[in-house]
């Protein structure tokens, strides 16, 4: 027991305590606003429980090494060259949608926010309300829904004739008719001339029923 102690005392003996409370400080919040994050505004509108794992680990992953890249003194080329790593990595195994990308930047941002942003321990509520700003965000953003919807899909389809490819109008009616869809917009991505068939990309409002 006096050995385990004399080895703590040799080892907190040259640590600056300021700095370590520091540094935990911003481990605390950066931890927090990543949880409350992906718990209780990610994981509710979404349900994909398998990524907050993913997304709490890089979380702490990116603030530890922004903190060493912060506090350790390297070539500026060396720091270039190491963050140029990390960010040519990807997730392979998956397809990952817009949102969950989104959710990965914040994540970054966080950590990053968290680890180099210049507050000191006198000013430490400049931090929490940075933190608190970028969590209602993304809480009003997931509980935002447009008083107009605007859906956009991918449509091939057996035109009347050619000659309807001159004209936008008769294009929007003809596919108005056959789908029954409110189109405002039809943009023509391919043109089978053999097949007398056209891909466009149509943009419409959902029907309120």
Known sequence: MILLASFIAEFFAGVDVVRMADFFTRLFFSSATIFILIRFIYYPNNGQYEFLFTLFLTGLI???IASI??????????AMGLFAIFSIIRFRTVNLELKDMAYLFTTVGISVINALVDYTMEDWHGLLVTNFIILMAAFAMEKYRPRKTVLKKSLTFTVSGLHVLNSNQLLKEEIKN???LDIFKVEIVKI?????EVTVWIYFRPSEN
Do not use: A, I, Q, Y
């Not at 890249?69 to 060396?78: A, I, N, S, T």
């Open 62 to 64: 990116v603030f530890l």
């Open 69 to 78: 890249l912060d506090r350790v003194k390297m070539e500026f080329g060396f």
């Open 178 to 180: 056959k789908t029954n």
């Open 192 to 196: 089978s001339e053999s097949k007398n």
